[in-house]
């Protein structure tokens, strides 16, 4: 069992920055692949950005050159750098777990574990 708590989220004006942090419980975390998620209301949830166990990343074309994806896994935990934030970046951004720690990106039903979401709102 993993436990995911995020933070980090808040209120930021466009072209600003946020960090967003997904602390992890458990002694396996290293060989977890990790992803960031996204949702707005009416919408699907969305993958932003996704990193295995050996540091492969992945990013959705929209967030590429403005968002980050890194891990710690002495401290278990990833996560997610933010930077030319955009009023359409405005969403709840999820932390997710996979046991498949090789796979880079899944659809989000496939995930194994979830953290609660933080609100990460983009003003214009």
């Known amino acids: 069992q993993v436990h995911l708590v995020e933070s980090g989220g808040g209120l930021v004006q466009a072209g600003g920055s946020l960090r967003l942090s997904c602390a992890a419980s458990?002694?396996?975390?290293?060989?977890?692949?990790m992803a960031w998620f996204r949702q707005v209301p009416g919408k699907e949830r969305e993958c932003v950005a996704g990193?295995?166990?050996?540091?492969?990343?992945y990013y959705t074309d929209s967030v590429k050159g403005r968002f980050t994806i890194s891990r710690d896994n002495a401290k278990n935990a990833v996560y997610l750098q933010m930077n030319s934030l955009k009023p359409e970046d405005t969403a709840v951004y999820y932390c997710?777990?996979?046991?498949?720690?090789?796979?880079?990106?899944?659809?989000?039903?496939?995930?194994?574990?979830w953290g609660q979401g933080t609100q990460v709102t983009v003003s214009s």
């Open positions: 458990g002694r396996t975390f290293s060989t977890y692949a």
């Open positions: 990193i295995n166990w050996s540091g492969s990343t």
């Open positions: 997710a777990a996979d046991k498949a720690g090789y796979r880079i990106v899944r659809p989000w039903a496939e995930y194994d574990y």
